[in-house]
């Protein structure tokens, strides 16, 4: 039995890419730059016209990818791509599965890349190679940063992390990201966009009693964002405020709570938690 895997596995290893007669693999990405360590959400779509139902991820390696960077270097993989499953496609029908591979490829680096992905088809035999996605990783210019300890019960050392503000230029869009690591900055535990914000913007970090980051920075000519993250890199909060007679601040009362002061808070369908809709405004009620 453990010959016929092995030649099996010889065998898959020694196909060449093909169309599999009516199945086709697409990669599409939410974007073409990434911070490092950002998660990186591949997203493969297959499409099945072969007439038959087509039985995906009973094996171990039945999706695999190759990332490429400069000189057509293959990327080291840090850890394999386990999406075992038993997946039925019926035929004209489409289905994607998402793989993040920013924990399973060394992506540390800046630079182009370029990445594919082969799906193998054991019912036939054959692989089908999807069509090429080049993305790039990019460095973050650092805007601020502070060590903080992990908010805990007992009264023992506590663990100590890194909040740390980057700025990433997404060609003529600026993006504010966060990133989360411990005191060293040798493991991160999450890198993650905030949102666009303006060239003048200078953001305005506060920390609370229990660790959590609060965030105020402008993303219009008069209009601000104001968020509220977790210690494990969680979005608890989110709101809008506009610039009227005064301009927002983050201020800080007596009990260590950090509030929004000044300006006008503008509800929108984005805010956390997520308001709740009236159908009728203070007006139509007192009619």
């Known amino acids: ?32 730059h990434y911070l490092s360590r950002e998660a990186l959400v591949v997203k493969v779509r297959i499409t ?37 499953a038993d997946y039925r496609l019926d035929s004209s029908r489409t289905g994607t599965i998402p793989v993040d591979l920013a924990s399973r490829f060394d992506l540390s680096r800046p630079g182009h890349y370029k990445v594919t992905a082969t799906v193998k088809v054991a019912q036939w035999r054959q692989a089908v190679r999807s069509d090429t996605r080049s993305f790039d990783i990019i460095n973050g210019n650092k805007l601020w940063e502070q060590d903080f300890g992990m908010p805990q019960a007992t009264n023992s050392v506590p663990e100590v992390r890194k909040y740390a503000l980057l700025q990433g230029n997404h060609l003529k869009e600026l993006k504010l990201y966060l990133r989360v690591s411990d005191a060293a900055e040798t493991q991160v535990y999450r890198v993650f966009p905030i949102g666009p914000m303006v060239s003048v913007s200078k953001p305005e970090p506060q920390l609370d009693k229990y660790s959590n980051l609060h965030i105020l920075y402008q993303v219009g000519a008069r209009s601000f964002s104001y968020s509220v993250i977790s210690p494990d ?19 800080a009362d007596l009990d260590g709570r950090i509030r929004v002061m000044g300006g006008t808070r503008r509800r929108t369908p984005n805010d956390l938690p997520h308001p709740l809709n009236s159908t009728l405004s203070s007006d139509d009620k007192s009619q």
């Open 233 to 251: 890199g969680l979005i608890i909060a989110k709101e809008t405020h506009d610039f009227s007679t005064t301009r927002p601040v983050l201020r």
């Open 48 to 84: 099945n016209y072969s007439g038959q139902t087509l039985e995906l991820g009973k094996e171990e390696d039945w999706l695999t990818f190759v990332i490429e960077g400069g000189n057509n270097h293959a990327v080291a993989r840090l850890a394999q791509v386990s999406v075992k």
């Open 1 to 32: 039995m453990k010959l016929l895997l092995t030649l099996l596995g010889c065998w898959f290893a020694c196909l060449p890419s093909v169309m599999a007669q009516g199945v086709t693999v697409e990669l599409t990405l939410d974007q073409e």
